[in-house]
Nanobody, 115 residues
Framework: QVQLVESGGGLVQAGGSLRLSCAAS????????MGWYRQAPGNERVFVAY???????NYADSVKGRFTISRDNAKNTVYLQMNSLRPEDTAVYYC?????????WGQGTQVTVSS
């Protein structure tokens, strides 16, 4: 059984910053990609960023230059540093880890950016 615990969401003013964390625990032998997705009210869940086991990163165009994804393999944790936040970044943010045989999603953490 693998579980993900997300933290770091909250309410912030436009232009502010937040740092999300997602820690994996349980029967984990190795983690491939780790990523973040978000879902705004009435919209589908969309890709935000991912990082491979080797440290290669990729970002959605909407967050490039503002968000930074990183991981701590020793802690099985992935982070998302979000700077210069905008009201349109408001969403529930979900982490996802890719294991050798399946993927696991976190429960989501709310990020609200006020104008």
């Amino acid at each position: 059984q693998v579980q993900l615990v997300e933290s770091g969401g909250g309410l912030v003013q436009a232009g502010g910053s937040l740092r999300l964390s997602c820690a994996a625990s349980g029967s984990i032998f190795s983690i491939n990609d780790m990523g973040w997705y978000r879902q705004a009210p009435g919209n589908e869940r969309v890709f935000v960023a991912y990082i491979t086991s080797g440290g290669t990163t990729n970002y959605a165009d909407s967050v490039k230059g503002r968000f930074t994804i990183s991981r701590d393999n020793a802690k099985n944790t992935v982070y998302l540093q979000m700077n210069s936040l905008r009201p349109e970044d408001t969403a529930v943010y979900y982490c996802k880890i890719v294991l050798p045989v399946r993927s696991v999603w976190g429960q989501g953490t709310q990020v609200t950016v006020s104008s």
